[in-house]
């Protein structure tokens, strides 16, 4: 690429940029305000991740491993009803949303949920770390608060930007090259890729009042990271364990609960 094209990629995608730092969610009790780096649309993101999950599903059907557990499968789905009714509170379009919740039989300790709220929870673990229905709200609480922030959106976006080029402006104009590579990637970020400190802090800090909202007890993100970090030798498991350390999150927590405890306690006496 000539230097003027490459002048004339950079700028456009600077003015992308600017266009698409956003906030996608209301900041709720806890105040999630960070703005936020948006290029690709919501509805090729959700579609993509909608079609990357149809194929997770696909996987684990062959393989017999689809909510052969009923009784993970049952509290998994009555917890993460519970937490979706929550949903709105952060985003009104939520409740429009196609969510879907399904488990795989896995021995892994792990759980996501895609772009568009469609969750994923692996039966290791809830069996494994023998987690509590609080527990395991602090696991979904977190996984859809993943989804309501668009985190998945955003990493496809910052990847997108650093590749600057022309023919990467032309993907995000919509031209069906970047498709497969949608796919791909939003496959690729809510199964792999760690999320940044950022992203993992504020789904900590909206999964918390989500939970509470529904009525599930704060106070088990607290046990919940004890037995992350006895799991896993100090780091966690791998769908948490990036940023920030086990330790930090556990503090950051305990100083949030008292902002959603009333929430907790409204909604226990309901």
């Not at 456009?12 to 940029?17: H, K, N, Q």
């Not at 059907?61 to 993460?80: F, P, W, Y």
């Not at 607290?222 to 999150?249: D, V």
């Amino acid at each position: 690429m000539n230097t003027t094209l490459r002048r004339c990629s950079a700028a456009l995608l600077v003015s992308a940029a600017l266009a698409g730092c956003v906030n996608t969610t209301a900041g709720g009790e806890v105040g999630v305000n960070r703005k936020q780096f948006i290029l690709l649309s919501e509805q090729e993101v959700t579609a993509m991740s909608a079609q990357a999950y149809t194929q997770e599903l696909q996987k684990a059907k062959t393989a017999g491993a689809l909510n052969s557990n009923a009784v993970i499968t049952r509290r998994v789905r009555a917890i993460s009803e519970r937490l979706i009714r929550q949903a709105p509170v952060f985003r009104a379009d939520a409740r429009n949303w196609k969510w879907e919740v399904n488990v795989a039989t896995s021995p892994e300790l792990n759980a996501y949920c895609m772009a568009g709220g469609k969750i994923m929870v692996y039966s290791g673990l809830v069996e494994k770390l023998a987690l509590s229905d609080d527990e395991l709200a602090t696991v979904i609480g977190h996984e859809m608060a993943h989804a309501l922030r668009e985190h998945s959106r955003e990493s496809m976006s910052q990847a997108y930007a650093q590749q600057a080029g022309l023919s990467i402006v032309g993907q995000l104009a919509g031209l069906s090259q970047g498709s497969m590579e949608l796919a791909a990637l939003a496959t690729d970020v809510a199964l792999t890729k760690p999320h940044s400190r950022g992203m993992e802090s504020e789904a900590d800090t909206i999964g918390l009042e989500l939970m509470a909202r529904a009525g599930y007890n704060p106070q088990a993100s607290i046990t919940l990271w004890q037995k992350m970090l006895k799991a896993g030798g100090g780091g966690g498991p791998a769908f948490l364990s990036t940023h920030p350390a086990g330790e930090e999150r556990i503090a950051t927590l305990q100083r949030l609960i008292p902002k959603v405890m009333p929430l907790y306690q409204a909604a226990a006496k309901k």
